[in-house]
C-alpha cells in the first residue's frame, strides 16, 4: 500500500512539473538559460497543481476502466456459461449478467428496475450470478436460489428474498421458500450438493478473475456496465 501511494505522489510531482514547463509565462521563453523556480511558479500558479491533480486522478480512472474491460471481456465466454439461473431465450445473443448479493440495498434497488428492462426485452438472456459480499447470510441466500433453481423455483425465490422488508437469516430464507412452493428439506440437501457447490464456486471465481469488488455489477456481451436503467437500456439497444 505504501509503495503504490510513493509511486502515486511521484507520478502526480512528475505531472505537476510537466503543467510546469508548458504554462510557464511566456516571458521566461525569451531566456533558454533561465531556471525554473519551479516552487514560485505553483506559489503564483496554484491552479497548476489542481490541473495536475485532476488529470492525474482521471488518468488513473481511464486505466483501471480500461484494464476491468479488458479482463472482462477476456472472460467473456466463460461469464455466459455455467450453470447460473437465467431468464430468456437460451440462446440469446445478447446476454446479460448481474453479479449481486441479496443483503445488499443497492442489489435491493435496482431489483424492480432491473425487471422492468428485462420485460420491455424478452430477446435478451439474462443470467444470475448471486455472491456472498455483504452478510453472513448472504451466502446462504445464495446457495437456496441455486438449489430452488433445481426445483424450477429460481425467479420465485429470488423474488421473495428481494421484496422482503426483513433482514435475512437462514429461518425466513427458508419460510420464503415454504412461501414460494419449494420444497424446503429438498433445497436444504441440494444446497450442499456438488452441483450447487460448483455453481456457487464459479460465480465466486469469475468474480475474483474480472475483479468485481462491489455489487450489483452488471455485464453485456463482455462489456461492464453502469447500474443505471437508462445506461442499461442504452447499451441493450447497442447491441440489438
Known amino acids: 500500500m505504501k509503495k503504490a501511494l510513493v509511486i502515486s505522489i511521484v507520478a502526480l510531482l512528475a505531472s505537476v512539473a510537466a503543467l510546469v514547463k508548458v504554462y510557464l509565462p511566456c516571458a521566461k521563453k525569451a531566456d533558454t538559460n533561465a531556471s525554473v523556480n519551479v516552487e514560485q511558479v505553483l506559489k503564483d500558479h496554484p491552479e497548476y497543481v489542481v490541473n495536475a491533480l485532476q488529470a492525474y486522478e482521471q488518468k488513473m480512472r481511464d486505466e483501471e476502466e480500461a484494464r476491468v474491460q479488458a479482463l472482462v471481456k477476456s472472460n467473456e465466454a466463460a461469464l455466459k456459461e455455467g450453470n447460473a439461473p437465467f431468464q430468456g431465450p437460451a440462446d440469446s445473443k445478447i446476454v446479460l449478467v448481474e453479479f449481486f ?125 453502469q447500474p443505471a436503467p437508462k445506461a442499461i437500456q442504452e447499451k441493450i439497444d447497442q447491441a440489438k
Request: charged fraction near 25%; proline fraction near 4%.
Open 101 to 225: 448479493d441479496y443483503a445488499c440495498g443497492y442489489c435491493r434497488r435496482l431489483y424492480p428496475e432491473l425487471n422492468e428492462i428485462i420485460a420491455q426485452n424478452a430477446d435478451v438472456k439474462v443470467m444470475y450470478r448471486p455472491l456472498a459480499f455483504v452478510s453472513p447470510y448472504s451466502e446462504y441466500a445464495a446457495r437456496a436460489v441455486l438449489a430452488a433453481n433445481e426445483q424450477g423455483k429460481f425467479n420465485e425465490l429470488h423474488t421473495a428474498l428481494f421484496t422482503v422488508q426483513k433482514p435475512l437469516d437462514e429461518k425466513l430464507v427458508d419460510e420464503l421458500a415454504g412461501k414460494a412452493g419449494i420444497d424446503v428439506e429438498k433445497m436444504k440437501a441440494d444446497m450442499k450438493s456438488e452441483k450447487v457447490n460448483a455453481a456457487f464456486a464459479a460465480n465466486n471465481s469469475l468474480a475474483e478473475k474480472i475483479q468485481i469488488n462491489g455489487v450489483p455489477s452488471l455485464i453485456l456481451n463482455g462489456e461492464m456496465l
